[in-house]
């Protein structure tokens, strides 16, 4: 007589086999340093013990089993749903130490680097800026696409060891590859801000955002794409001035005390003595857009991002074109009846990479559904 029927035996296999499968896969999947899904640090590899001691080995391979078999992060994150969190409660650090004194923002940190993937969001903004690109085009108006990068994205040296190694793609590549699918114009900025970084610093160490080199370099790169080297700012042509400044956001949301930071500022910050600034009011929006016409004829560009564009760009735009108008992004749920009002020659949506995205599928109201079709 069997041992055991063979349903039995069928089963006793297809349970060993589940049981093998994350150890199977765990050598070939990406390796983790942090787990977004608990805040915390994953266990390093056990290395070989020194000098004979046996001891802690066996507890040590045990911890870096249990943090690193295959489909952990995906299981946690879906136990977390379920039963509830099932680690303390907690809270992922605001601002990380790198290397080189420069400080790194949490938010944004893992996804940059490839760590965590949103194929959905990332898809969603992509249609998003190809839907802008479409409806604009009757109205003889162009768009460009572009990201301003994470810090990480540039110096990756210099990045927390938990947002290491880097992996690809990351958001910003997926998004960028769907827009060249759909035939929107898109500026990828990492390969010239990475390769100019032996010439200044690009991004500040205390502070989330670029500087104005940083700006510049990027500014340089979206003027050659659209066609216009006209625009384009010499470097060589430019007059910096340094100044020592307690200002840098990371600090502040650290809770730690101001750190010194020497930042350069270039002249062609300041505008020409014909330009005059105005703001754009009764639209519904959380800041009234800031209006600068030159006081010269040209054309006029409309820039949909963050505070990444919001001091640089129109400054630098100021100098060549007739009328550039900056307007907060908004979780994509910017005021259609801006652009409609000012009738944009070139249309700039650029918001940094973190925010590269349209949170519960947002896209911009007031827009005219009796013309068009809707977003």
Known sequence: MALMARPRRLLGVLILAMIAIPGVIMPFQRARI????????????????QSGNFTSWPKSIDRYLGDHFAFREVLVKVGNRTF?????????????????????????????????????SATDYANFACELDRRLRPMDARLVVSIAPSP???????????????????????????????????????????????????????????????????????????????????????????????????????????????VMTPDVLELPETARRTTLSGFQTKLDP????????????????????????????????GRVVWMFQEDCRFDWNIIASVKPDLVLLMPTERFARCPEGGRPINYDSRSHDRF
């Open 34 to 49: 942090y787990s977004a899904a608990e805040y915390r640090k994953l266990a390093p590899g056990p290395g070989w013990p």
């Open 84 to 120: 509830g969190r099932v680690t303390a409660p907690g809270a992922p650090p605001a601002v990380l130490d790198g290397a080189h004194d420069r400080l790194f923002l949490f938010e944004g940190l893992l996804a940059s680097t490839g760590h965590e993937l949103d194929r959905d």
């Open 152 to 262: 990480a994205d540039i110096y990756p040296d210099d990045a927390p060891d938990l947002a290491l190694p880097v992996y690809k793609p990351t958001n910003y590549d997926l998004i960028m590859a769907a827009l060249k699918a759909c035939g929107a114009s898109a500026v990828d900025l990492r390969p010239a801000l990475r390769g100019a970084k032996n010439i200044g610093e690009l991004y500040r160490r205390t502070d989330t955002h670029w500087t104005a080199l940083g700006a510049l370099i990027a500014y340089n790169k979206v003027v050659a794409v659209i066609g216009r080297p006209d625009f384009a700012i010499s470097l060589a042509g430019v007059r910096w001035t340094s100044a020592t400044r307690l200002d840098g956001d990371l600090p502040r949301y650290a809770g730690r005390a101001p750190i010194p930071e020497t």
């Open 290 to 321: 800031p209006s600068i016409s030159s006081g010269e004829p040209g054309p006029t560009v409309l820039i949909i991002g963050d505070s990444f564009t919001a001091l640089f760009f129109p400054a630098y735009f100021a100098h060549f074109v």
